[in-house]
């Protein structure tokens, strides 16, 4: 389970914020299925109260956040594809020169955006 971003915060994760810079706007939506590294996993009350400097807007989720909890067919799909990726190396994708050496069943992957 993810925690909320805030220092101090211990509460469950509900929902995800998003700065869009060029736009001087917070996006506040429901919890990303992964964590990003530009983004912040935000508790209920902190999604709710979130401010913004003069000058910026937010958009929010209309309606609840929920902690959704996985389900038990969520986490047995979970551990076949894990099990299946550590039973075969996948092949490089069409136009990847990745060089270097692997380790384990984990590979880089080319930027998406150079495609």
């Known amino acids: 389970m993810r925690r909320c971003?805030?220092?101090?915060?211990?509460?469950?994760?509900?929902?995800?914020?998003?700065y869009a810079y060029a736009d001087s706007t917070a996006?506040?939506?429901?919890l990303a299925t992964y964590a990003e590294?530009?983004?912040?996993?935000?508790?209920?009350?902190?999604?709710?109260?979130?401010?913004?400097?003069?000058?910026?807007h937010v958009v929010r989720h209309e309606g609840e956040f929920s902690a959704d909890q996985p389900s038990g067919d969520d986490?047995?799909?979970?551990?076949e594809a894990v099990r299946e990726a550590g039973r075969?190396?996948?092949?490089?994708?069409?136009?990847?020169?990745?060089?270097?050496?692997?380790?384990g069943h984990l590979r880089a992957l080319?930027?998406?955006?150079?495609e």
């Not at 996006?27 to 429901?30: A, K, L």
């Not at 996993?41 to 400097?53: G, Q």
Request: glycine residues 12%.
């Open 110 to 114: 080319p930027d998406p955006g150079n």
């Open 37 to 56: 590294p530009h983004s912040y996993d935000l508790c209920e009350e902190h999604a709710l109260r979130l401010t913004v400097p003069k000058g910026w």
């Open 5 to 18: 971003s805030r220092t101090g915060c211990t509460d469950p994760a509900v929902a995800t914020l998003t």
């Open 75 to 79: 986490l047995t799909a979970l551990a």
């Open 27 to 30: 996006v506040v939506g429901p």
């Open 88 to 103: 075969s190396e996948p092949a490089d994708p069409p136009g990847f020169y990745g060089g270097g050496s692997k380790r």
